[in-house]
């Protein structure tokens, strides 16, 4: 159980693992792991796809907004993702070497059991 909007959180996975489809299927190549941690501090969930990575400078304005390397693209489906989960407490960030992969990181709070809906 998490403390956020389902269909939010689907249309955040949704997305990443489209984005991570379509770059497998442009570079012929990858594949795609999501993974789970649980610490004391955060639940983490890291979708990591093997297609190829970006350049730094993609990365370093992924979730600008309405920037995209897209032919069909608009630009807002990882910056509506990041926002998502902050609303939600948490963060989103992206980590990628050119080349290899791509893997964005949601951290979400820990939430305790008084405050979680039965």
Do not use: H
Not at 13 to 40: A, C, H, M, P
Request: net charge neutral; aromatic share 10%; glycine share 12%.
């Amino acid at each position: 159980k998490f403390m956020g909007n389902e269909l939010l959180i689907i249309r955040v996975f949704y997305n990443l693992i489209k984005n991570s489809l379509e770059q497998i299927e442009k570079n012929g190549r990858g594949g795609i792991v999501i993974s789970t941690e649980i610490s004391d501090k955060q639940n983490v969930i890291r979708f990591t796809d093997t297609a190829g990575g970006a350049l730094p400078e993609i990365v370093n304005s992924l979730f600008s907004g309405y920037k995209t390397t897209k032919e069909k693209g608009t630009g807002i489906g990882l910056a509506f993702c990041k926002m998502t989960i902050e609303n939600f407490g948490g963060s989103m960030t992206c980590d990628s070497v050119y080349g290899e992969y791509i893997e964005f990181t949601l951290s979400f709070p820990l939430v305790s059991t008084d405050k979680m809906a039965a």
